[in-house]
Nanobody, 126 residues
């Protein structure tokens, strides 16, 4: 079992920044990758980005590339999502997720992930 808890969401003006945190506990030694997803009201869940647990590989959705950055603290089992140049269309509930199955690269499909956090709301005002 792996438990994930996100924090850091809030209300920010367009052009601003937020940093989301996700702390993992439990069988963290078995995690292959960590992903960030988001879901806006009335829309499907969307891939944001992901990192291998060792930090060696990262990938991002085209919609956030160059604005969002994933980093990690392997000692404290944190994964961060730094979000810069935020836009109103970034408004969503953001989730972190853990993939326990080894792969060639971090997955962008939510079905590949085994554990999910409860989500944190990000609202970007125009």
């Amino acid at each position: 079992q792996v438990q994930l808890v996100e924090s850091g969401g809030g209300l920010v003006q367009a052009g601003g920044s937020l940093r989301l945190s996700c702390v993992a506990s439990g069988r963290t030694f078995s995690i292959y990758a960590m992903g960030w997803f988001r879901q806006a009201p009335g829309k499907e869940r969307e891939f944001v980005g992901a990192t291998s647990w060792d930090g060696g590989m990262r990938r991002y959705a085209d919609s956030v590339k160059g604005r969002f950055t994933i980093s990690r603290d392997g000692v404290k089992n944190f994964v961060f999502l730094q979000m810069n140049s935020l836009k109103p269309e970034d408004t969503a509930v953001y989730y972190c997720a853990a993939d326990m199955d080894y792969g060639s690269s971090p997955a962008r499909w939510g079905d590949e992930y085994d554990y999910w956090g409860q989500g944190t709301q990000v609202t970007v005002s125009s």
